[in-house]
Every structure is written in C-alpha cells, then in structure tokens.
C-alpha cells in the first residue's frame, strides 16, 4: 500500500529572537511596516502580529502595575482599620471596668 501525497510540503518556520523582533517593531515606526517587512524578508502581517502581542503585553504590565498599587492602598488601609478597632477594644474594656 503506497501512501497517498498531498502535494503540500513542510516549510520550515523561522525563529526570531525577542531582540530582532524588538528591532524590526523600531524601525517599522520609522519607516512603516511593508517596507520593512520587505527589507527583512517577512510577511507584513508577521510585524502586525508582533505588534499587536507588544501592546497586549504593555497592557498587561500596566495592569499588574495599577493592581499592585490599589493591593498597597488596601494594605494602608487594613492596618488603618486594625489600629482603629484596638483603641476602640481599649476604650471599650476601660469604660467597662468604671463603676456607674
């Protein structure tokens, strides 16, 4: 029995490095993206998804970044919130003891 061929080969993908792709995103804001996708070699939709995953990675950063602030802000907060409800437990067990 002979196996059947479709006629499609493999192509090989390239792998560009984080730093590369860094690169060729630079100079697609200077000279726009066909052309320097041309002058690497690639396919402009290859720069548009780089850049499209650059910018949800931003994005994401910042998100992480507002996150941690607001956890800090609730942080402040909480230890605020404890200090306050000691002195009240003070005050509470110190008028509890005074005779009426």
Same mark, same amino acid.
């Given at each position: ?22 690169? #060729?995103? @630079? =100079?697609?804001?200077?000279?726009? &993206? ?5 002058? /690497?070699?690639?396919?402009? $939709? ?25 956890? #800090?802000? @609730? =942080?402040?907060?909480?230890?605020? &919130? ?5 002195? /009240?437990?003070?005050?509470? $067990? ?7």
């Amino acid at each position: 029995m002979a196996k059947k061929t479709t006629g499609l080969k493999k192509t090989k993908r390239n792998r560009f490095s984080t730093e590369f792709k860094q690169q #060729a995103l @630079l =100079r697609a804001v200077k000279d726009g &993206v066909p052309a320097v996708a041309q002058e /690497l070699g690639l396919e402009p $939709a290859q720069l548009y998804a780089w850049r499209s995953k650059a910018q949800q990675q931003g994005q994401n950063e910042e998100a992480q970044r507002l996150q941690q602030s607001e956890l #800090a802000r @609730l =942080r402040r907060e909480l230890a605020r &919130v404890e200090e306050e409800n000691a002195f /009240l437990k003070k005050a509470a $067990a110190y008028f509890a003891k005074q005779p009426k």
